[in-house]
T-cell receptor, first 114, second 110 residues
Framework: EPEVTQTPSHQVTQMGQEVILRCVPI?????FYWYRQILGQKVEFLVS????????KSEIFDDQFSVERPDGSNFTLKIRSTKLEDSAMYFC????????????FGSGTQLSVL | RKEVEQDPGPFNVPEGATVAFNCTYS??????FFWYRQDCRKEPKLLMS???SGNEDGRFTAQLNRASQYISLLIRDSKLSDSATYLC???????????FGKGTRLHILP
């Protein structure tokens, strides 16, 4: 079965540093998402992306966050100046159609901000 | 009212028993509904979509009640491998915002 791939699996960074989390969605998918999950808490929606632009974002997704699809395969999440509370598992997901059906998730990047 | 609300559990259920979870959602315009399963420190995986007419997949049955704005999941003849967190997922009907509930933890006891 096709997979969503995320790298790195673990990222440790100092507070205030910039991090870029990388995702390779499934090749024929057009809709891309970032979610995060703080340990022991719910999976939280961050942002959705379609047709090279953000289609929806949550209150969490403030000016410190940005997403990009720099080429035909990668989908990245950048956090400009990390805070301690950004420590979480970040999941990328993709799907092949809007308003329906399966989100395919990557295995996540565990971000630890020290 | 929270956008998607679930009883966090845990539900401790003996193997072979039947267990049911409910989930309520706040937005009456919500279009699509799903149950996902998440194992500890793993990514969520789709268990099943939930259709208005209800749907069944083996031991799993999902129902949607639009009037009361809830969905349910029934697991029959539970197996040890069913132990996981079950996530209620709702497409809120606003552009493309798919929201997860906090999840219900299920422990199947031998």
């Amino acid at each position: 079965e096709p997979e969503v791939t995320q790298t790195p699996s673990h990222q440790v960074t100092q507070m205030g540093q910039e991090v870029i989390l990388r995702c390779v969605p499934i090749s024929n998918h057009l809709y891309f998402y970032w979610y995060r999950q703080i340990l022991g808490q719910k999976v939280e929606f961050l942002v959705s992306f379609y047709n090279n632009e953000i289609s929806e974002k949550s209150e969490i997704f403030d000016d410190q966050f940005s997403v990009e699809r720099p080429d035909g395969s990668n989908f990245t999440l950048k956090i400009r100046s990390t805070k301690l509370e950004d420590s979480a598992m970040y999941f990328c997901a993709s799907s092949d159609r809007l308003m329906n059906e399966k989100l395919f998730f990557g295995s996540g990047t565990q971000l630890s901000v020290l | 009212r929270k956008e998607v609300e679930q009883d966090p559990g845990p539900f401790n259920v003996p193997e072979g028993a039947t267990v049911a979870f409910n989930c309520t959602y706040s937005n009456s315009a919500s279009q699509s509904f799903f149950w996902y399963r998440q194992d500890c420190r793993k990514e969520p995986k789709l268990l099943m979509s939930v259709y208005s007419s209800g749907n069944e997949d083996g031991r799993f049955t999902a129902q949607l009640n639009r009037a009361s704005q809830y969905i349910s999941l029934l697991i029959r003849d539970s197996k040890l491998s069913d132990s996981a967190t079950y996530l209620c997922v709702v497409n809120m009907g606003r552009d493309d915002k798919i929201i997860f509930g906090k999840g219900t933890r299920l422990h199947i006891l031998p």
